[in-house]
C-alpha cells in the first residue's frame, strides 16, 4: 500500500523557519518525484516545489523561490521542504504527493500525482 505521511508543521513568527518532512511507503521510492502542495483557507491547493527521481532536479513556485528548498534522502525514503523566512502568506496545510509516472523531471500540476498525504498544518504568525 502507497502511504505518504507529513510531519514538521507548526506555528512559526513571520520570519522563522520550519522543516517538512514526508515520509514514504509501499513503492519504489527513487522512482518517483515528489511534490509539495499547499492548501490555504478559502483558496485552491497549489504546487510548492517538486523534486525529480532523476539527478534530483527541483523547481520551485515563484511565490517561495529563494526561500523554500526541497531535498530528498533515497535511504530514509523522505522528502524534506524547508522553509525559511515564513510569511504569513505562507499559511497552509502542505500535501505531499506521489508523480503518477516514473522517471521523468517533475511537474507541479497536482493531476499528475496519484498518491497524496494527510497534509501538515503550518501557521505563520505576523
Known amino acids: 500500500e502507497v502511504q505518504l505521511v507529513e510531519s514538521g508543521g507548526g506555528l512559526v513568527q513571520a520570519g522563522g523557519s520550519l522543516r517538512l518532512s514526508c515520509a514514504a511507503s509501499g513503492f519504489t521510492f527513487d522512482d518517483y518525484a515528489i511534490g509539495w502542495f499547499r492548501q490555504a483557507p478559502g483558496k485552491e491547493r497549489e504546487g510548492v516545489s517538486c523534486?525529480?527521481?532523476?539527478?534530483?532536479?527541483?523547481y520551485y513556485a515563484d511565490s517561495v523561490k529563494g526561500r523554500f528548498t526541497i531535498s530528498r534522502d533515497n535511504a530514509k525514503k523522505t522528502v524534506y521542504l524547508q522553509m525559511n523566512g515564513l510569511k504569513p502568506e505562507d499559511t497552509a496545510v502542505y500535501y505531499c504527493a506521489r508523480d503518477r509516472r516514473l522517471f521523468r523531471a517533475c511537474v507541479l500540476p497536482e493531476n499528475e500525482y496519484d498518491y497524496w498525504g494527510q497534509g501538515t498544518q503550518v501557521t505563520v504568525s505576523s
Open positions: 523534486i525529480s527521481s532523476i539527478h534530483g532536479s527541483t
